[in-house]
């Protein structure tokens, strides 16, 4: 997916993303580099762009602040840096303003592009934290866990990652695939989780990007044991498809704010099928020192996938600055 050109903190960030269409536009040259076997990539894209990339270097990732010249809380500048798109930017405005309470001088720098472009600025020292997501990040690494689980995702990214940047401490909060149905449907079949579907497929359409079928018709019958009636190509319009009745099931992303705003259901997926995708920070470990790396764990610790949705919301729906969703956020977590 394609990088667009750096813009000021204080810009506009682009239109929110979608499954298939919903990443943004900018992002579409490289979506091909997005086909790689985790769970964002593996039917919508990757929150990052790119894909696997056989150039990332591998090596040890260990805990940061141990390498020498650390900066930070120590009185050195961070660098933030974050992809173009909304959510990453907004992300990127928490780990700022989060580090800045804690007395850490930062300096922002978002908008850049996507992973091609952000991967080699944080290895070369250029950025020093970047809003990651963990399965996405360890696909472009070319790794893979042997379980769809946070442990092991961030385990084998630990083992993966080159010695010089390192992964803290994931948040619970995701950027995935989800099946959505809309609240009356799951009303009257009962439905809370992918599982439910099993015996009640066959009545429902589904629906979600072009390539939603050929990349998650097989794996939802060998994990869930689902066929469908019938997979539609419904692109960004997944959500409003869901809600009006012409799917009935919907791969809609988990922080896409149409999920509230048309008060569709998420089914969990207690299979796993999607995979870990947890908002992560990455850091340059000569960058960022204790003290900063405790601000970005209490960040991480206080983040869930319903908080960054309803963040969303205000910034994607409502068009409230990024910089003053992040503040209010880190107020009310008592994190400024």
Do not use: H
Request: aromatic share 4%.
């Amino acid at each position: 997916m394609s990088a667009s050109t750096a813009s000021p903190a204080t810009a506009t960030p682009p239109a929110p993303r979608r499954a298939g269409g919903r990443r943004a536009a900018a992002l579409a040259a490289l979506a091909t580099l997005a086909l790689t076997a985790t769970a964002c990539s593996s039917s919508g894209g990757d929150p990052l762009g790119g894909g696997a990339s056989s150039s990332a270097p591998g090596g040890s990732g260990t805990a940061p602040g141990t390498a020498s010249g650390a900066s930070g809380g120590a009185g050195g500048t961070v660098v933030i840096g974050s992809a173009n798109f909304p959510e990453n930017v907004l992300l990127g405005s928490i780990y700022s303003q989060a580090l800045k309470a804690k007395g850490v001088k930062v300096e922002e720098k978002f908008n850049i592009g996507s992973r091609e472009v952000l991967y080699g600025q944080l290895q070369s020292g250029n950025l020093g934290v970047l809003p990651e997501y963990n399965g996405a990040l360890l696909a472009y690494l070319g790794g893979k866990a042997a379980a769809p689980t946070t442990e092991a995702v961030n385990a084998e990214l630990t083992k993966t990652l080159p010695a010089t940047l390192a992964i803290l401490k994931s948040s619970p909060a995701e950027d995935k695939d989800t099946l959505s149905v809309s609240q009356e449907t799951a009303d009257k079949y009962g439905l809370k989780s992918i599982a439910d579907l099993a015996g009640k497929a066959g009545e429902f359409t589904i629906g979600g990007p072009p390539e939603f079928k050929s990349r998650q018709e097989q794996p939802l019958k060998d994990v869930y044991g689902l066929t469908f009636k019938e997979w539609k190509p419904t692109g960004e319009t997944t959500a409003n498809a869901v809600k009006d009745g012409s799917v009935q099931v919907g791969n809609v992303f988990s922080t896409d704010p149409k999920i509230s705003q048309l008060k569709l259901v998420p089914l969990t997926d207690p299979k796993n099928l999607f995979g870990a995708q947890n908002v992560t920070p990455l850091v340059n470990k000569a960058k960022v020192d204790a003290t900063a790396s405790a601000a970005l764990d209490a960040v991480s610790a206080k983040l869930d996938t319903a908080g960054l949705l309803a963040l969303m919301k205000k910034v994607a729906v409502d068009k409230e600055d990024p910089s003053a969703v992040a503040k209010d956020w880190l107020k009310s977590n008592g994190l400024s």
